[in-house]
C-alpha cells in the first residue's frame, strides 16, 4: 500500500516528466542523464530521479527525503547556484510561520553533538561533496555541504567554553529559494541535520 509521501512523489515525478526536456532539466537539477532517469548526490547518497520512482543508495526513497528530491526536480530552475553571501533563514521573505521549527529542527538538535562534529568534519564533507568556507566566516568551526546539487548549507559551530554553551547556526546559499520552496528549504536543513548526527553517531 502507499504512502501518502509515494503518492505526492509520483505526483510530482508525473509533473517533472510530462514538461521534460532533458538538456533542460539536466542543468535545472545539476543532474547526468542516466537511462530514462537523471543522476546526482542527494543527502549524502547518490541518487537516481526516475520517471516512476525516486533512489537513494539504490534504495526506492518512500519518505521525506524523498518528497524533497521530487521537489527539488519540479521546482529547480536553469539559474546556476550563487553560494555567498549565505543567506539566514529568517531572511528569506515568509520565513517567520517557520522559524521557530527551523532553529529546533535544523540548529539546536546539532548542538549536543558539536564535539563530535569536528571530529568528524572531514567525512561528513567528503560525503556531502562539502568544503570549507574562507577563515573569518565565524565560529569556532565551519563548513558547507550541499545535500542537493543546487542548495548548500553553510553550517557553523561553536564549541563549549566555560562562558557559553556550544551553539550551531545554519545558513543557505543566496538563491536557494531559486531551486525549493520555503517550506521545503527548512526540510532539507532538517533533514541535512539529521544525516550529520546519523554520521557522527554511528
Known amino acids: 500500500m502507499s504512502t ?3 503518492k ?5 515525478l508525473t509533473g517533472f516528466y510530462a514538461q521534460l526536456n532533458r538538456e533542460d532539466a539536466e542543468k ?3 543532474a547526468d542523464s542516466k537511462g530514462d532517469g537523471f543522476g546526482f548526490r542527494a543527502f549524502g547518497e547518490e541518487c537516481r530521479v526516475g520517471p516512476h520512482d525516486i533512489t537513494l543508495s539504490g534504495e526506492k526513497a518512500v519518505g521525506p527525503k524523498g518528497l524533497l528530491i521530487s521537489l527539488y526536480a519540479v521546482y529547480a530552475g536553469p539559474e546556476e547556484i550563487r553560494v555567498e553571501p549565505f ?5 528569506f521573505e515568509g520565513s517567520m510561520p517557520y522559524q521557530g521549527a527551523f532553529s529546533a529542527n535544523s540548529e539546536k538538535i546539532l548542538v549536543p553533538h558539536v564535539s563530535l562534529i569536528k571530529e568528524k568534519q572531514q567525512t561528513i564533507k567528503t560525503v556531502f561533496d562539502g ?5 573569518g566566516s565565524g565560529g569556532d568551526f565551519s563548513f558547507v555541504l550541499f545535500p542537493l546539487p543546487k542548495i548548500a548549507l553553510c553550517y557553523i559551530f561553536y564549541l563549549p567554553d566555560e562562558e557559553f554553551p556550544a551553539s550551531a547556526t545554519c ?3 543566496v538563491n536557494a529559494l531559486s531551486f525549493m520552496p520555503l517550506d521545503g528549504l527548512a526540510d532539507v536543513a532538517e533533514y541535512s541535520s539529521r544525516e550529520i548526527i546519523r554520521f557522527v553517531s554511528e
Open 131 to 135: 568544503r570549507d568556507i574562507p577563515q
Open 28 to 30: 535545472c537539477l545539476g
Open 171 to 173: 545558513l543557505f546559499s
Open 8 to 12: 505526492i512523489i509520483q505526483e510530482n
Open 4 to 6: 501518502n509521501y509515494e
Open 87 to 91: 543567506k539566514a533563514f529568517k531572511d
